[in-house]
């Protein structure tokens, strides 16, 4: 049976979903790439160059840092809006959260095993000899806590789900 969508419907799962899709989104506004160094002469030519060259955004990053947190605000809104709808749960849609949970984790991985290859080897050549490393901003970290943190959820759902597919009917249609 369908509920009519109400606020106060939606599972403590479902809104952590959401939360942990706006964490994402907001995360990518923040610095995922930072060069840093620990010679304070190269610090300062670091300093002189323009912010977005030496701090980027998941924007300015590469493709494993900006499309992660799309899909995982995705999955929260769709959890929130749709989760109620009980056909949807049964057909898996906890499933499919935890999965785009799992792809983005993993996709956020790879971003972070890929964080150099966002400057061509010439510039990573001129960074090693002047002493530049290449790191993870903030934001980043963010990011992958959103993703593990909306994955934990979208698990947590799907065993719900399970053991209110396993309730009598009578016992499942009081319980809502």
């Known amino acids: 049976m369908t509920q009519p969508f109400s606020v106060k419907s ?3 799962r479902e809104w952590l979903g959401l939360a942990a899709g706006l964490l994402a989104l907001g995360s990518t506004f923040l610095p995922w790439t930072t060069l840093t160094t620990s010679k304070p002469d190269i610090e300062d030519i670091l ?5 977005g ?3 980027r955004d998941a924007w300015h990053s590469s493709f494993f840092a ?3 947190p799309l899909p995982l605000l995705l999955a929260g809104l769709v959890v929130v809006v749709f989760g109620r709808i009980q056909n949807l749960r049964v ?3 906890p499933h499919l959260w935890l999965v785009v949970a799992a792809a983005s984790v993993l996709l956020m991985a790879l971003g972070w095993l890929t964080l150099d290859w966002e ?7 001129i960074f090693e000899a002047a002493g530049v490393a290449i790191g993870p901003g903030v934001g980043r970290f963010l990011g992958l806590f959103a993703a593990l943190v909306s994955g934990v959820a979208a698990f947590l ?3 719900a789900m399970r ?3 396993r309730q009598p009917r009578k016992t499942r249609s009081k319980s809502r």
């Open 10 to 12: 939606v599972t403590w």
């Open 47 to 51: 300093s002189q160059l323009p912010h």
């Open 53 to 55: 060259d030496v701090v």
């Open 66 to 68: 900006w499309c992660p």
């Open 91 to 93: 057909s898996g849609l």
């Open 119 to 125: 400057f061509d080897a010439d510039q990573r050549g």
């Open 157 to 159: 759902d799907a065993r």
């Open 163 to 165: 053991a209110e597919s």
